[in-house]
């Protein structure tokens, strides 16, 4: 049974860091490509970044270039999403997500398994 499950989010202030984890387990994670995406209720889902089976290759939205960095840990079967000067329009429930294939994608749709989300509150 594949599961992810992030960790990491919490509150902080505008300016501030956070490290989003998302632990892997029942599936090899270096044959997938790896996502992170946010939704605030009543909005669609909004793609952050994605990062390729090896980890060689990245996308970014543009709302989060050079503030954002994913990274990955195949021996941990684990990916981190370092969010740094935060904005309160960064506000939403973060996700991680599975694509089977190693190349990134941007569209949600794409996406083979989901973990349930963690809340970043960014107060201003």
């Known amino acids: 049974q594949v599961q992810l499950v992030e960790s990491g989010g919490g509150l902080v202030q505008a300016g501030g860091s956070l490290r989003l984890s998302c632990a892997a387990s029942g599936l090899t994670l270096k044959y997938y490509a790896l996502g992170w995406f946010r939704q605030v209720p009543g909005k669609e889902r909004e793609f952050v970044g994605s990062i390729s089976g090896s980890g060689g290759n990245i996308d970014y939205a543009d709302s989060v270039k050079g503030r954002f960095t994913i990274s990955r840990d195949n021996a941990k079967n684990t990916v981190y999403l370092q969010m740094n000067n935060l904005k309160p329009e960064d506000t939403a429930v973060y996700s991680c997500?599975?694509?089977?294939?190693?190349?990134?994608?941007?569209?949600?749709?794409?996406?083979?398994?989901w973990g349930q989300g963690t809340q970043v509150t960014v107060s201003s």
């Open positions: 997500a599975a694509a089977a294939g190693v190349y990134t994608r941007t569209n949600y749709k794409e996406y083979n398994y």
